[in-house]
């Protein structure tokens, strides 16, 4: 891997400087440059009285076989978050390559999210979004400072495999279907 470097003043002189941002790490360059890497979509979701809750997020991960956990990045700015962290099971949906209109609706700020929607809950509460890619239940297990975010780490308690059904894949702000390598 080639990084980007500054090359060093020459000898003997000075310079003075203001500090700034290091090369590209401004905000809209950040997000242009995470946008670069591909991502799948889960939809986290549990029910809050008898409505389901939930929002989309691509920065999902897994993190341990043994015991089974994933984590998630949830924007500290989230008004979804704090209604779900309380729930005691949550249901995530890895989402499928014809769910790309769901997607943006649940990660929309405005208007009924899950209108419209097949979705099932367990008797936990957790929700599942129908025709998802992959079900999984969790709970959470730990949150953590990530900077404009919390890095939630969740302990996996079910997991339910569609065979044959594609995700749906995030990159460049675009949605995209995996093809296979010929």
């Given at each position: 891997?080639?990084?980007?470097?500054r090359?060093?003043?020459?000898?003997?002189?000075?310079?003075?400087?203001?500090?700034?941002?290091p090369?590209?790490?401004?905000t809209?360059t950040l997000?242009?440059?995470?946008?670069a890497?591909?991502?799948?979509v889960?939809?986290?979701?549990?029910?809050?009285g008898?409505e389901?809750?939930?929002f989309a997020?691509?920065?999902?991960?897994?993190?341990?076989?043994?015991?089974?956990?994933?984590?998630?990045?949830?924007?500290?700015?989230s008004?979804?978050?704090?209604r779900?962290?309380?729930?005691?099971v949550?249901?995530?949906?890895v989402?499928?390559?014809?769910?790309?209109?769901?997607?943006?609706?649940?990660?929309?700020?405005?208007?009924?999210?899950?209108d419209?929607?097949?979705?099932?809950?367990?008797?936990?509460?957790a929700?599942?979004?129908?025709?998802?890619?992959?079900?999984?239940?969790?709970?959470?297990?730990?949150?953590y400072d990530?900077?404009?975010?919390?890095?939630?780490?969740?302990?996996?308690?079910?997991?339910?495999?569609f065979?044959g059904?594609?995700?749906?894949?995030?990159?460049?702000?675009?949605?995209?279907?995996?093809?296979?390598?010929?």
């Open positions: 891997m080639t990084m980007a470097t090359a060093p003043e020459p000898a003997g002189t000075s310079s003075q400087t203001v500090p700034t941002e090369d590209g790490l401004d809209a997000r242009q440059a995470f946008g890497y591909p991502t799948g889960v939809a986290i979701s549990a029910l809050r008898d389901p809750v939930g997020a691509s920065s999902f991960v897994s993190i341990s076989l043994q015991p089974p956990m994933v984590a998630v990045s949830v924007a500290r700015t008004t979804t978050w704090p779900l962290a309380e729930a005691g949550l249901g995530l949906s989402l499928s390559h014809g769910q790309g209109a769901l997607c943006r609706r649940l990660a929309s700020r405005e208007g009924r999210r899950f419209g929607v097949g979705w099932t809950a367990t008797p936990e509460g929700v599942l979004i129908e025709d998802a890619a992959l079900w999984l239940t969790a709970g959470v297990g730990a949150v990530g900077g404009d975010h919390e890095i939630v780490l969740l302990e996996l308690l079910s997991v339910r495999l065979a059904v594609e995700p749906l894949v995030f990159h460049t702000s675009q949605f995209r279907e995996l093809l296979p390598h010929a």
